[in-house]
């Protein structure tokens, strides 16, 4: 029987990292980003690691038809705890199905989808490779491939910015770090990720930052209002579009579209 390593971290991740104010800008930033690629619902998405739905629940509640596609059961559970909190016609539309993203291909049954989506899990892979080719395979020609993963570029801000200057040095050739679950996880750059998904027949039409001044700041455990939260969203928003900006974010964020 095979180890469900996320078990212990589902509460956290789900109530805790996702709760916070980055958090929330993570998933209002990304799903912006989503929507000015992806076709009208109700197009298909599946979502490999999808975990507890943040990134992919929105998209339902949009009318898209949602897979969400997680090889942990505890992740799993915690999602259906959320989608029962939606509305009939949403949950209607989010079908579960529990598999490893290296055998997506399988576990859906050979069926393409008009996006696939994979966000925030290639950095804790050993091996991202077999990931990688379930994603661009298992999307439909002319179908969207959307990829978040640490920016390697942007990797000695942080330390920098809470003066630990010793690991700043260090971070500017590193590739891996400790991230906001406390597990080790590894970077990329866009080039080469672009470079990765092009090889296995998808092609980069455009990329954005995720997490720059929500990054730098220390707003764990601050309590925004609503208003102020949504200021910040706005404002990483724009950042993510621009250069220099986008390329101190800490994490980027990917779009391909797959060759016909």
């Given amino acids: ?143 969207l491939v959307s990829i978040m993963a640490g920016n390697a570029d942007a990797a000695a801000v942080r330390p920098a910015m809470e003066r630990r200057w010793e690991d700043a040095l260090e971070a500017f050739d590193a590739r891996a770090e400790i991230g906001v679950l406390g597990l080790p996880t590894r970077a990329g750059t866009v080039d080469e990720l672009g470079e990765a998904v092009r090889s296995r027949g998808v092609e980069p039409v455009q990329w954005y930052g995720v997490w720059l001044f929500v990054d730098w700041l220390d707003l764990s455990g601050a309590d925004l209002d609503p208003a102020e939260t949504e200021r910040v969203a706005a404002v990483e928003l724009e950042a993510g579009r621009r250069d220099p900006y986008r390329r101190l974010s800490r994490v980027f964020h990917l779009v391909g579209r797959k060759k016909n």
């Fill in 1 to 143: 029987m095979v180890e469900d390593t996320w078990a212990a971290l589902a509460d956290q991740f789900a109530d805790g990292a996702y709760a916070t104010v980055k958090g929330r800008v993570r998933t209002y930033v990304m799903h912006r980003q989503l929507l000015e690629h992806l076709p009208a619902a109700p197009a298909s998405v599946l979502d490999v690691g999808g975990g507890a739905g943040h990134q992919s629940f929105p998209l339902a509640r949009a009318g898209y038809d949602v897979t969400l596609l997680d090889p942990s059961a505890a992740m799993l559970d915690k999602a259906r705890q959320r989608l029962r909190q939606l509305r009939a016609e949403v949950r209607d539309r989010v079908t579960f199905v529990e598999a490893d993203g290296a055998d997506a291909e399988e576990a859906v049954g050979g069926r393409r989808f008009d996006a696939v989506l994979c966000h925030g899990v290639l950095g804790y892979l050993e091996r991202p490779e077999p990931v990688l080719d379930q994603l661009c395979r298992c999307a439909a020609p002319g179908g």
